[in-house]
Each structure stands twice: as structure tokens, then as C-alpha cells.
């Protein structure tokens, strides 16, 4: 039963593509997200006997019945939450092939095609960042969370080579490393994972536009290196998760410069902007960094998850995490080819770049370039049609990520407010937004547009609902 027989698999691929189909072609129609409760669910699954075994054609029914109930559509083009767009046909075809084809991607002799497909892409996207394709070096990872992992850990080894193999007890202090307020959790958690502990990692205040403020930066540096404490890392965030805010890339990379720290640009959903000309200078100075991150399961209508690392010292990935071992094929190094394991935290791991690949085969960078405009474009859009209806836009960016408080009344900006009307829009099942804080305080609404498939109707229509769900609730103060 593990390998049908091939009328049997062309039933259940014709079951799986009417799946697919029918999700892509209803779903603009259908709410974003509904409510059930967590026992309904449970129930359901609770009820399956796998020693009651269904047929092929019941099995995938269940599944895509159960994916079209139970769970907030990401791919709606009314869904303006986080950064989960909706995925191009392409890649979902490419991760298909994946599954059925299994590369495996820790040595390059086991899977040569798939090494060579993602160094390419590797080096073709770090040039649009600005950095040297001879001079780049890079990985695929999870997410953003295992990419910012690894440039910190690429960074203690560079500042620290005794922490590769005596790790921080072979350090005569406490490594210490700089992101602004509005930086990504996953920075926090990395310092966890490398045993740095959450307190290494130092907020650096924002200023009125929640940018970080490169002075205070360099007094905090000054302050820890008075203390004896050993600062080696800051973050640039472009593109922030609350508000979309580019930090000050240039201003920084001065600082990181003349303190002697790694400069590293968390670009994971604002890097896309390098693809569009119009939007490129706002990431001037990102060719300095010593390490991007980007996510291409982000702006770039990839299915998650497709992180990637790139550095412009092509030897540190080796320093990382080159480790030997002898079940592991070897013969790689003596035709010049990296092994995906000796270079990342993965070993066996997933073809992650070819969903990319294919997704560009197709599109071009023409494509993307064209996709990311509209939503600029759209975000243009939606300031444009909330000032009209007594909304205050309350972020600057020039990304398509906007927040906003009601400006009808004094009770406008506060918290409960805010809530009760995102919580109105998201059970009515027309869109999903969210509500947030930003500048550690600030209540506000959050949309953030990034799905292909959204169009101008959308944007009015969800201007339509603020302004219902804020008449239903009334002028009153929720608290």
C-alpha cells in the first residue's frame, strides 16, 4: 500500500490536482478564516482508526476537506496579516516534484543538480543586494529564524575563533550583540540557541518613526566595552514585522565599521524592495553588510519554507560548521564543490531552492519586479483611502505595510478599540488583519499587502468593512 499501482496513483493525482484547483478557484469567494472550537477539531481528528485504513481517494479528500475548514487562508487575497502570500503555480509544482523525486541535499555528489541550482540562485540574489557573485557565499535554510541563527553564530566565529570549538567558555567575556526595538524575535531566540543567553542582546532605542537611532548605538557599544563586556554584532532590520520601518542601513554600517562589529541586515520580507528600481535606494549601504537574510516564502510568493543566508566571506560557513565524518560521501572538495552539510546547521534536508527556481524560470525578474509594484501601489492605495474616511496612517515606509488608529474620536487609538474591530473584521470572514503595538506602546491596526492575487477591489472593499466595523462598535470607549 506504500506504492500504489500506477492506475491507482493516477486516480490520486487527479484527486490531489481537482484538490488544488478547486481551492485556487473558489477561494477569493470564501471567508478568509472561520471560527471552530478547539474540541470540534480535536474530535475530528480524534475520530480517524489507522487500523481502519481509507482509500487513496478518501485520504486526500479528508485532507484538503479538513485544510479548507480548519484554518486561516493565507493564500485569501483578502488576508493582509503576516508575511504568508499566496504561492505561485510554479513553485507549487517545484515543491511537488520535490516530494516525489526526494533529493537529498547534504553532499554534493548525492545531488549535484539540486547544489548547483541553489548556488546559482544564491549568487544570482546576492548581486541584486549589491554583493560580488565571485566574493558570495550562502545557504538555504528553513526560515528567517534559522538564517538569523546562523549569521550569529557565523559572527561569534569570525569575532571569536576559540568559540568554534571551546564555545563561550573559551571567551574571556560576555559577547554581547545590538538590534533596535522593532527588531525580529528570531534575533532573541538566536542568542538562546548559541548559549549567549537573551540578555546579550541589546534594544537600541528608535526614534519617532521606529528607526533605529545609530548615536545610541554607539553609546551603548561604548558602555558595554567599559563594563568588559565584548560587543560583536548589530542588526540592521529591513523592514520591519510590526511597522515595515527600513532602519538607517548606512548610518549603522559607519557604526559597525568604526566599532569593529559584524554588520548583519535581517532583509528577511523588506529585501525583496533590491528587485525594484524605484525602491533600491532605500537599501542603500546593504552591500556592506557582512550577512543578509531573506525569505523567499515571503515577498516572493514561495511556499514555506525558503530562507536564505548570504555572506560576502566566502570562508566562514566552512569555519561554522565543517565538521567531518566518515559515513558522509566524499570527493566533492577535489572538483571545487561545496557540501551543503559542511556549510549549514542541516544535514539531510529538503531541495529547497527549486520551488524559487522554477517560480523564476517562469516569472523572470520582470515578473516579480511588476508583482511588487502593484503592491506598492496598493499600499498607496489604502493611505490614500483611509485619510479619506478619518483614519490616521501612523507608520512611514515605503513598503506596503500600513498601520493606522481611528481619528473620529478621542477613544480612537486606544488598545480595546483597535481590537474589537480587528476581531470584528476577522470573524465576519471578510479579511484578517491584525491589531499591534508599535514602539514597544502604540496601538495600532496592521495590514500588510503581498498576495499576487489581490487586486484594487480588494482594498476597497476592506476600507468598506473598517469603516462598517467602526460604526457597528460606535464612538464608545471599550474599555
Known sequence: MLTLDKNERLAMWDRVIAGIEDYIDTLPGKPCAMEFGHKELRDKIGSIDFNTPMTPAEAVDFAADALREYQVHVPHPRYYGLFNPAPATASIAADALVAAFNPQLATWHHNPIGCEIERHLIRS??????YSPEETDGSFTSGGAEANHTALLTALVDAFPEYAAGGLRALDSQPVLYAS??????????ARLCGLGAEAVRSVPVDQAFRMIPDEL???????RAEGLLPFFVVATIGSTNAGVIDPISAIADVAR??????????????AAVLVPGLRSHLAGIERADSIIFDAHK?????????????RHPDILHRTFALSADYM?????????????????????????LKLFLSLLVAGWEGYEKMIRRHVEMGDLLRSRLGASSWAIVNDTPLPLVCFVDDTGPCGDEEPRLKAIADEIVTSGRAWISSTRIGGSKPVLRVCIMNHRTVHDDIEALVHDLNRARDQIGGQNSK
Open 329 to 353: 560521501p566524499t570527493g566533492s572538495r577535489e572538483i571545487d564543490a561545496a557540501d551543503p552539510y559542511e556549510r549549514s546547521m542541516q544535514c539531510s534536508r529538503r531541495f529547497i531552492g
Open 125 to 130: 540574489i546576492a548581486e541584486r543586494f549589491g
Open 181 to 190: 526595538a522593532e527588531s525580529h524575535h528570531s534575533i532573541s531566540k538566536a
Open 258 to 271: 568604526d566599532e569593529s562589529l559584524w554588520f548583519h541586515a535581517d532583509a528577511a520580507w523588506g529585501g
Open 218 to 224: 554607539t553609546k551603548q557599544i561604548h558602555r558595554d
Open 299 to 311: 515577498w516572493l510568493a514561495t511556499p514555506m519554507g525558503a530562507g536564505m543566508y548570504f555572506t
